[in-house]
């Protein structure tokens, strides 16, 4: 399984001007491969394939005077940003022809210098290397400081150097891990469990345990509103523009910072515990256009879900998501009745054919592992599944805490 490990970088004064020369060289042959893919459609001739557009638009260019800074840069920088074009117009076209899940995406659009995310790849080609001193020795733009919370699992084949919106940069490593060693770090555990997610609540299990909702951006709201005022005063292109608008973006990744962190412990500890984990599949998209949409962006629900769905794969553990169609709020739990729609206010009723007094989550997250038919595994058979990828927009695999990350 491929995972990425996310650590955050500090270059120097140097090294960032050499950063945002590699940005801006990646984002110009992007550009101008997405240029030559429309020129191409205008004029209704076949697109020209990534051999040509490599050696048109960088081996060519740099030997002209309006592209010859493209020397400056490592030539593996601009090689993959043609892969991730070609990989852009690929998925789109998927898409197109319903070969590929998910939402659609659209074309590849032109890349700006004021995008809120700048990013380059160094594969193993491009010879970096990590030095002895614990430093990230990259091509034409030297060693950089790197503040290493964790060790590698393993060699990786390839790192991705991110500076995001609040001018942080991160180097994402890709790492091959072993399922049979990731396996054997989990204990054993013939538990299965049952989560309904929700606002009042950020989960209820099976077993009556309820997880309070932290509610990140409610708690940072009035500093954000703050922040946002502030940002707004200002004149546009000047630097105090600039400034408020970094204070903005720093404020809305401490907040993101924390709500990841939060699924991370809470994903983890689900996983290390229960052998088998159901849930409810849950229409997000459409929730967020309802007038509850800020409290189900500020739960993220989604990217809960996502991690609880990689980490079962990498440990051997069972994912289920049922129906979200199927009626774990008007059923009955002890005699399987169904007693009709409630409305959300009501949070506790009372079954009308055996008279049990049902906590309204509870009752449904007992309903959602019935439903997932882990209840009837739970007395050893066998529930481990075969092995999956995970998602590789993930930055950061925590894996299994030890001492106080795990609580």
């Known amino acids: 399984m491929q995972l990425r490990y996310s650590f955050r970088l500090y270059p120097d004064t140097g090294q960032q001007m050499a950063l945002a020369r590699a940005f801006g060289c990646a984002r110009v042959v992007f550009n101008d491969a997405v ?20 050696t048109r638009l960088i081996t060519r260019a740099k030997r002209t005077v309006e592209r010859c800074w493209l020397g400056e840069v490592s030539a593996v920088v601009l090689q993959q940003s043609l892969r991730d074009a070609e990989s852009a117009y690929r998925n789109f076209f998927a898409s197109l022809k319903g070969t590929r899940k998910g939402p659609k995406p659209g074309p590849p659009r032109f890349k700006s210098r004021k995008d809120a995310r700048q990013s380059i790849r160094f594969t193993a080609k491009a010879r970096w290397s990590i030095t002895g001193s614990g430093r990230l020795n990259l091509p034409k733009i030297g060693a950089v400081k790197v503040k290493w919370s964790r060790t590698l699992p393993a060699t990786p084949s390839s790192v991705t150097v991110i500076k995001d919106a609040a001018g942080r940069y991160f180097a994402s490593f890709v790492v091959d891990t072993d399922p049979a060693a990731d396996r054997a770090r989990m204990p054993d555990t013939d538990r299965t469990i049952g989560i309904d997610l929700g606002l009042t609540h950020f989960a ?14 409610r708690r940072a709201e009035k500093k954000l509103k703050k922040a946002q005022r502030e940002l707004s005063r200002k004149q546009k292109g000047s630097k105090n523009r600039a400034k408020a608008r970094l204070k903005v ?47 189900v962006h500020d739960a993220g629900w989604s990217a809960f879900l996502g991690m609880l769905e990689y980490k079962a794969a990498r440990y051997g553990r069972t994912f289920v998501r049922i129906g979200r169609f199927t009626p774990t709020s008007q059923t009955c739990s002890i005699c399987g009745a169904k007693d009709g729609p409630k409305p959300l206010h009501v949070r506790e009723w009372t079954c009308s ?55």
């Open 204 to 217: 209820v299990l099976s077993d009556g345990t309820k997880i309070d909702s932290p509610r990140f951006l």
């Open 353 to 407: 054919a055996c008279g049990t007094v049902h906590d309204r989550d509870h009752n449904a997250a007992i309903n959602i592992e019935t439903a997932a038919g882990l209840a009837a595994s739970a007395c050893g058979a066998p529930v481990r599944p075969g092995a999956i990828l995970a998602q590789r927009e993930e930055t950061g695999s925590h894996g299994f805490p030890a001492g106080p990350r795990a609580t």
């Open 249 to 295: 973006a720093r404020a809305h990744a401490k907040v993101a910072d924390a709500r990841r962190e939060f699924h991370h412990q809470l994903s983890t500890k689900l996983i290390s515990e229960n052998q088998g984990i159901a849930v409810e599949d849950l229409s997000v998209a459409g929730l967020a256009r309802t007038r509850l949409a800020k409290s």
């Open 35 to 54: 240029r030559a893919r429309e020129d191409a459609r205008e004029a209704r001739q076949p697109f020209p394939t990534a051999g040509e557009l490599s």
